[in-house]
């Protein structure tokens, strides 16, 4: 069983739904080592400050935010762990909506959502109703300090928790198709293959 990333609550309304979170996916892509051609060692990736012209030992490193050019603000775990973050344990639905109002653009990743076993009965409530309703919840979640928009839907008996692009985090389309005329020809053919390439989704 793999280990759950994140504990918390469900909530809407006056229900709370203790849950737990799992990612739903994995990447199966092959990954290579680059290695000393000469002896066949795997290579260390060196941490190197310009400015005092060495190695940087894991230990002296620290996290900053740029606010300027070459102008940081250097940030603690005791810093990340006081941000006032409303969503760090608790997932709460702010609204409903239709599924084909969430355009595919802005879905990032994919986690699923485990009731423990007093949230077993208002887990499968939410669910159902969602499923009669065909409608998506929408609501924040804090995963490593890192408040996200996310949304909750049902799939195969179990809710999962999708985790959203914010509006202004999606890019523009860079170009413009210029207007063109079919002939019914082309259509027809075009829908044709469409149709003969048409198939379920597995």
């Known amino acids: 069983m793999p280990r759950s990333i994140w ?6 309304g006056m229900v709370s739904i203790p849950v ?51 102008e940081h603000v250097v940030m603690t775990e005791e810093d990340f762990e006081k941000l006032p973050l409303p969503s760090k344990q608790t997932v709460e639905l702010a609204a409903f909506v239709k599924a ?11 986690y699923y959502l485990e009731p423990d076993e007093k949230g077993v009965k208002p887990y499968a409530l939410l669910m159902k109703a969602l499923e ?14 890192k ?11 179990s809710l999962v928790l999708e985790t959203l692009y914010y509006p202004d985090e999606i890019r523009e389309v860079p170009f413009e198709i210029p207007e063109q005329k079919f002939t019914k020809a082309e259509m027809k053919m075009a829908h044709a293959l469409i149709d003969l390439l048409e198939q379920d989704f597995d």
């Open 7 to 12: 504990n918390g609550v469900i909530s809407f």
């Open 20 to 70: 737990k979170l799992y990612t739903a996916t994995e990447d199966k892509d092959i990954s290579f080592r680059q290695l000393h051609k000469e002896c066949g060692s795997r290579l260390k990736q060196l941490r190197w400050c310009p400015e005092c012209d060495r190695a940087v030992e894991w230990d002296e490193v620290v996290r900053g935010y740029e606010y300027a050019k070459d």
């Open 100 to 110: 084909d109002q969430i355009d595919p653009i802005y879905y990032q990743k994919t």
């Open 132 to 145: 009669d309703k065909g409608l998506i919840g929408i609501a924040k979640i804090a995963v490593r300090n």
């Open 147 to 157: 408040e996200q928009l996310c949304a909750l839907r049902t799939m195969d008996g």
